[in-house]
């Protein structure tokens, strides 16, 4: 009892571990990235006895110092309570959506199996949207608390798209279900280490040596959703394109424009991790997940019958950084996204989200309904 | 006194908090709060009650969504006139819901379960079987209640457009 | 296992502060957030039995409950945005056309 306590509280605490460092680590991709796409350098001054090491210590050390030492300001006729617990309940959903996401397969030590997915719950993919649903708590309370017409503007306008990208990125995702058959992400991934030739009815047998050598993996079973689910989880992240909430061009910084400091580090950190939370959906739900292809519980089965068994540990440690590479590319991607596109006008992205993704959504869940029926 | 019992006994004093806060807060956005806090103890409280479904459905629509609409109400609307609480409705007001509950506690305790629970299986609550219910012996009601959301949907539009000044001709 | 009764209790508590808030606030919001309140309380009660009868019945009737409450919310909220509109006050007390 006291043990599995503690395997839970392990694991947990290695997830959070993992997802904040990443997030602070986004933070120096983030500037240093953007300075190679502009052609310029980026940020290098901050040093310690002369050693800047590539902007990492002006963003990993300097800014955070910068933050947590700044002067704590809330508006004197903002509410005083609401102010400060709007960056707690921004940063809040990010972080918890993150426990039912599998970072790897089983660990077998001795005679225990650990589950790698820090909450093992069979409604997986609900408690993400229920989290993700309350992420718009920190935008509405942060807007309304600072007592500011921009800041009200730019919470009212975020709040917005965050609930109708939020229709879309649900239905996106029911083909995903219909498909995997099962709500439990540790399911979804393992469903995806199966070649696909084991999933063809008899009636496409001949797409066999097309497709058949590839894994299961979401995206090559369903593209479309693949599109609209990762284009609802930057819209959800407010990240450029989809910035206008806190445009900085036009509302000046929009809901967190009254924040400073601590809490606003808290904003930032939250939306890097949101970014985390979104790689890391994309990946389990369409990607494999911790999945490397042809890697069983027991070592490498190639599909042209040839086999490379490995030792337990070897897969698991193999299974844990393909998830984390993978996790990194889709950060790497949506950083590009938001140095390489231009912002999206706000009736735009309205329309963007209901009548294109909305629609599109329902499209997808209809073929695959017919495609699974007329399959069996 | 088992772990079961004492997580009930928290989640249970924070819930009757959070509800007090709700009824007794003078801003109205900290009451909205307040009730995002008694939905999200709900949600838990039907966890351990061995319904995850509907927790989760609870936290994503309750607390995700209808609140949300509750906070944009609330914020365009802006009462900022604290309303004047008088003392004797108040009062007479908690008197009688004392009364409420004090008819309905005693009422609760001395129901008899019978036996013990019976013996669920460990899909109980689980998405199948709710699934299996809702589309099996229950779609009718189902298919009512799609057509009653539609029909809010359309008389919540109607009711709140803003009327634009009528031109003279009819 | 926490005894049914339990529930039932806490749910019997949750629906009298209800009532109180329907009764004593004197802004609509709040009292349509009061009302919210007592349907959760009706809630947990069906949970309860649902779990200890062993039905799904409790959890489909949830399900509804909770269809429903978005409905009735969303109307409540458009006529006190049209109320808000005509009175500019959100008093109940103001609101007494009606009576005899």
């Known amino acids: ?376 | 006194m088992n772990a079961a019992t004492v997580i009930f006994f928290i989640l249970a004093s924070l819930l009757v908090i959070s509800s007090l806060m709700v009824v007794f807060l003078r801003r109205v956005v900290h009451c909205a709060i307040a009730l995002v806090t008694a939905l999200l103890l709900m949600a838990i409280l039907f966890v351990s009650l061995q319904a995850p479904m509907v927790g989760v459905l609870q936290v994503m629509v309750y607390a995700g969504a209808i609140m949300v609409l509750f906070l944009f109400v609330i914020m365009f609307l802006n009462p900022s006139a604290l309303e004047q609480p008088s003392a004797a409705w108040w009062g007479l007001a908690v008197v009688l819901s004392a009364l409420l509950g004090a008819c309905l506690v005693p009422l609760f305790s001395h129901y008899e379960p019978g036996d013990n629970p019976v013996t669920s299986t460990e899909l109980f609550g689980s998405p199948e079987v709710l699934a299996k219910s809702l589309f099996g012996e229950f779609v009718l009601p189902f298919e009512i209640a799609s057509v009653l959301l539609l029909v809010a949907i359309v008389g919540a539009v109607v009711l709140a457009k803003r009327e634009h000044a009528s031109d003279g001709a009819a | 296992m926490v005894p049914l009764n339990y529930y039932l209790i806490l749910s019997a508590i949750v629906f009298a502060i209800g009532v109180v808030g329907v009764l004593i606030r004197r802004n609509l919001i709040v009292v349509l957030m009061s009302i919210e309140l007592m349907l959760n309380a009706v809630n947990l009660t069906f949970i309860a039995f649902a779990r200890q009868l062993g039905s799904m019945a409790g959890q489909v009737a949830v399900f509804f409950v909770l269809s429903v409450a978005a409905a009735e919310a969303v109307i409540g909220l458009a006529i006190i945005i049209s109320v808000f509109r005509h009175r500019r006050t959100l008093d109940p007390q103001e609101m007494q056309l009606l009576k005899w």
């Open chain 1, 1 to 376: 009892m006291i043990v599995d306590i503690a395997i839970i509280a392990v694991k947990a605490f290695l997830v959070l571990f993992m997802v904040l460092n990443l997030a602070g680590v986004l933070g120096w991709v983030e500037r240093k990235g953007s300075a190679l796409i502009q052609d310029r350098i980026g940020a290098n001054r901050a040093s310690i006895f002369g050693f800047a090491g590539m902007g990492l210590v002006n963003t990993l050390v300097a800014d955070p110092l910068k933050f947590l030492t700044k002067e704590d300001f809330i508006p004197p006729a903002g509410d005083k309570l609401l102010h400060t617990l709007a960056p707690c309940m921004a940063l809040f959903p990010a972080l918890v959506t993150f426990a039912v996401i599998p970072f790897g397969d089983v660990l077998i030590l001795g005679d225990r199996v650990i589950n790698l997915q820090v909450a093992n719950i069979n409604v997986g993919i609900l408690y993400v949207f229920a989290m993700g649903s309350l992420g718009v708590y920190g935008i509405v309370i942060g807007a309304w608390a600072s007592n500011n017409k921009f800041s009200l503007l730019g919470g009212v306008r975020g709040s917005a798209q965050m609930i109708s990208y939020e229709v879309a990125m649900g239905l996106s995702v029911i083909g995903v279900l219909m498909v995997y058959g099962t709500l439990d992400l540790q399911e979804i991934a393992r469903d995806q280490g199966v070649l696909i030739r084991e999933m063809l009815p008899a009636g496409l047998a001949f797409l066999r040596p097309v497709i058949g050598w590839l894994p299961a993996w979401g995206v090559f079973l369903q593209p479309l959703a693949f599109l609209l689910f990762f284009t609802s989880a930057v819209a959800e992240t407010k990240r450029i394109p989809f910035d206008l909430p806190e445009g900085e061009s036009e509302l000046v910084a929009g809901y967190h424009v009254e924040y400073s400091g601590g809490k606003f580090l808290m904003f930032f950190a939250g939306e890097f991790a949101e970014v985390v939370t979104a790689a890391g959906l994309v990946t389990t739900l369409f990607f494999g997940g911790w999945q490397v292809p042809y890697l069983m519980r027991d070592g490498f089965h190639f599909p042209w019958s040839s086999t490379w068994l490995l030792p337990h540990l070897t897969v698991v440690v193999l299974q844990v950084v393909a998830f984390t590479l993978k996790v990194f590319f889709f950060c790497w991607l949506q950083i590009l996204l938001r140095w390489s596109v231009p912002r999206f006008r706000y009736d735009q992205v309205m329309r963007l989200g209901w009548k294109m993704m909305l629609p599109l959504a329902l499209l997808n869940v209809a073929v695959t309904a017919v495609i699974i029926v007329a399959a069996q």
